[in-house]
């Protein structure tokens, strides 16, 4: 949402400083001028949009960014010897396309060299002038007003998107250390729970080993507690597992609320999580959070509805979002048939469709 914000203001700001230059290259008396003109503007705007888009999307390659940035420049320098003469000396053409360029440069580049390269256009502008015509203090004047104008626009705007961004990477890897940290910390407490129970089981063995040719009672009295202790050790790890896989889903939805507006998707919920537990509401977390992803990563929601009922014979959750695309029907992605074959393991059932645009994930869970 932020990104698309972003782009729709550079657009409007480049299409408005494109409006002078493009009547004039139409008002041109020469033909020849006129069409080089045209080209030029177009060259210009496609070069142009490609180097700001690709600045914006952060899946962008840095050496495509870098191409892209090339082409800006290489667009930029044509533009003066296709753009600049065409049109009346008194509209200053060139000195709104520099004074554009100079107020986008600082979107492409970093550190001070991004206000050196915007000074340099400015002065080009100047130059420009002096030599297609029209008054360069005139030039300069117009192309300064709009690099500063188009900087005070969009480059605020667009560094606190990456600002955010930043922000957003960090909470992940927040997320992803405390996720670490908790396995380690459940691995701690597995290796404290089986390392003296084990221990204590080799050396039972061991003795009933050796009794058993000796003392076939004694020996039977130690293979029985081998069995005991063994028995007991794994009634322990049943209870530390099944605490550790506990969750609670009311907490879960929170957490999936929060992340789907943080990404600017408008989200609601409803329902009584609070009265699911046990095994069910650890399917239906496992499912809540591969829904989630799946919105995230493969849809252009707006909005997103979670609602979760159940009564005695079963729990259904069902999310919806209105970025379905085309139709999908039953078809899961590689996540959703993971979680389709961990409920069905307990006889639930996951589907999922698509009408009118809104994709619908219906989840099942059969009461324990």
Request: with cysteine; aromatic share 6%; net charge neutral.
């Amino acid at each position: 949402m932020e990104r698309r914000a972003i782009l729709a203001a550079v657009g409007v700001m480049w299409l408005g400083c494109l409006v002078v230059p493009v009547i004039s290259v139409l008002g041109e008396p020469s033909p020849v001028w006129r069409w080089l003109g045209v080209a030029g503007v177009l060259l210009l705007t496609v070069a142009h949009a490609s180097a700001l888009h690709a600045a914006a999307t952060p899946s962008v390659s840095e050496r495509h960014r870098r191409l892209l940035g090339w082409g800006f420049a290489a667009a930029t320098v044509l533009s003066i010897f296709l753009v600049a003469p065409a049109g009346p000396d008194d509209r200053y053409t060139w000195a709104w396309i520099g004074g554009a360029t100079a107020g986008f440069v600082p979107l492409l580049l970093n550190g001070v060299w991004r206000w050196v390269a915007a000074a340099s256009t400015v002065v080009v502008a100047v130059g420009v002038g002096a030599v297609a015509g029209g008054s360069p203090l005139t030039h300069g004047v117009i192309a300064a007003s709009i690099a500063a104008s188009v900087i005070a626009t969009t480059v605020l705007p667009f560094r606190l998107w990456h600002l955010l961004l930043d922000a957003r990477a960090g909470r992940e890897a927040v997320a992803r250390l405390a996720v670490s940290e908790e396995r380690l910390r459940f691995a701690r407490d597995v290796h404290d729970l089986l390392g003296h129970r084990l221990a204590v089981i080799a050396l039972k063995a061991e003795l009933a080993s050796r009794l058993s040719g000796v003392d076939p009672a004694r020996s039977a009295a130690e293979a029985a507690e081998v069995r005991s202790l063994a028995s007991s050790a794994l009634t322990e790890v049943r209870e530390a597992v099944h605490g550790y896989r506990a969750v609670d889903l009311g907490d879960q939805l929170v957490a999936v609320e929060n992340v789907l507006r943080d990404a600017g998707i408008r989200c609601t919920t409803s329902g009584s999580p609070a009265e699911i537990s046990g095994e069910v509401a650890t399917q239906l977390a496992l499912a809540l959070r591969e829904g989630c992803t799946n919105v995230l990563r493969h849809s252009a929601a707006a909005w997103c509805t979670i609602d979760v009922s159940h009564d005695a014979e079963e729990t259904r959750m069902t999310i919806a979002n209105d970025g379905a695309g085309t139709p999908v029907g039953d078809r899961l992605s590689f996540g959703l048939r993971g979680t389709s074959e961990r409920l069905a393991a307990v006889g639930g059932t996951v589907r999922t469709s698509s009408r009118d645009g809104v994709f619908i994930l219906d989840v099942v869970v059969p009461a324990p």
